[in-house]
């Protein structure tokens, strides 16, 4: 959590923060704890007995947790290509030493030797669309539930569930004109064909642009090859390698609500529905996003949250690290005078 988001959350009174969580295992994440009993909406997960710990810890105000996959209807219009494609393709995992450390640590843990080390082609890694031709009572139709539960309008939309996350994003697309989505949190590939049902970067970039959102944010995780195995500053294991091919990441879309384009939107959008989407750049690491939309809206704002004071914490966030950060005024400031009459390099 943030110092602003801190400040957002005590300045809801009208409001919720509406979240839905698509792969909720493990609950919300510690970033939205500022929000935890101003917080509701619904999660997803196909494991009933992870739903039935986080229903009964009740650690997040009016969120309900529900046991189902969520996948497609069968006369959804990408259902019978999803059949019979696969939702990744050209994935080289059995190439990677990610792959080669989880044989050796297998073989070892059964007494074994581990398997000869080989560098012949490995083969990819496909698998397939979860297409519902006969739902069963557990999976869910994300834009029906959603409908059915009078939901129309989710400030952040998080989707993480190992492989079909374009699936389940595709699922909603009739939706994001019905149900106001502000931002998206969603993880993403970057190996894939151009096929339209992998589930790949482009993508969901290409839909998400298609809806209406922008990309704000990327992170990356690459993977050394077994071929030239390189460590990890963060596990024991070659995972999100110090270097290597770049694998997976996390991408934040969100509404560019300062836009011209974005006029209409943002005269519909409630104050206190301004500061939860200001509230979202800063929780991701996007004070600057944060800070345009308290100046932008300013007139709008100025009675639900002290705009000042609000600056100040994202000056800090900005400045993070810093022994002694900047009020926003003397930061401005100070940028705007180590600017004037430097030449672009």
């Not at 009016?62 to 059949?83: K, M, N, T």
Request: charge should be negative.
């Amino acid at each position: 959590m943030t110092e602003f988001a801190t400040l957002v959350a005590g300045s809801l009174h009208s409001e919720l923060v509406t979240i839905v969580d698509v792969g909720a295992a493990g609950g919300i994440a510690p970033a939205f704890g500022c929000f935890l009993d101003k917080i509701d909406g619904f999660g997803f997960d196909p494991d009933p007995a992870e739903v039935a710990r986080l229903n009964a810890a009740k650690s997040c105000g009016a969120l309900q947790y529900v046991a189902g996959l969520v996948g497609i209807p069968a006369d959804h219009p990408l259902a019978e290509s999803a059949r019979i494609r696969p939702y990744t393709t050209r994935n080289p995992w059995s190439r990677l030493a990610i792959f080669r450390w989880a044989e050796i640590d297998q073989a070892a843990k059964a007494g074994l030797a581990p398997p000869p080390l080989s560098f012949a082609a490995g083969a990819h890694m496909d698998a397939t669309y979860l297409v519902t031709d006969n739902p069963d009572p557990q999976t869910v139709l994300l834009p029906s539930f959603l409908k059915e539960h009078g939901v129309d309008k989710v400030d952040f939309l998080k989707i993480d569930v190992d492989g079909e996350d374009l699936l389940v994003l595709q699922s909603m697309t009739p939706q994001f004109t019905d149900v106001e989505v502000m931002s998206i949190g969603i993880e993403v590939n970057f190996f894939g064909s151009n096929r339209p049902t992998d589930n790949t970067f482009h993508n969901v970039d290409r839909l998400l642009k298609e809806m209406g959102f922008e990309l704000f944010d990327l992170t990356m995780r690459r993977y050394s090859m077994k071929h030239l195995p390189v460590g990890s500053d963060h596990h024991v294991y070659p995972a999100e390698t110090r270097m290597g091919r770049i694998l997976q990441g996390d991408a934040f879309y969100a509404r560019d609500i300062c836009a011209p384009y974005n006029k209409a939107l943002a005269e519909r959008t409630s104050p206190e529905g301004l500061l939860k989407l200001a509230a979202m750049f800063s929780i991701f690491g996007l004070p600057d996003c944060a800070a345009e939309i308290l100046l932008v809206f300013g007139d709008r704002l100025a009675t639900s949250i002290n705009i000042p004071i609000a600056l100040d914490g994202l000056s800090r966030q900005a400045q993070r690290g810093e022994q002694e950060p900047k009020p926003y005024v003397d930061y401005l400031r100070d940028f705007e005078s180590r600017t004037i009459g430097k030449a672009l390099p």
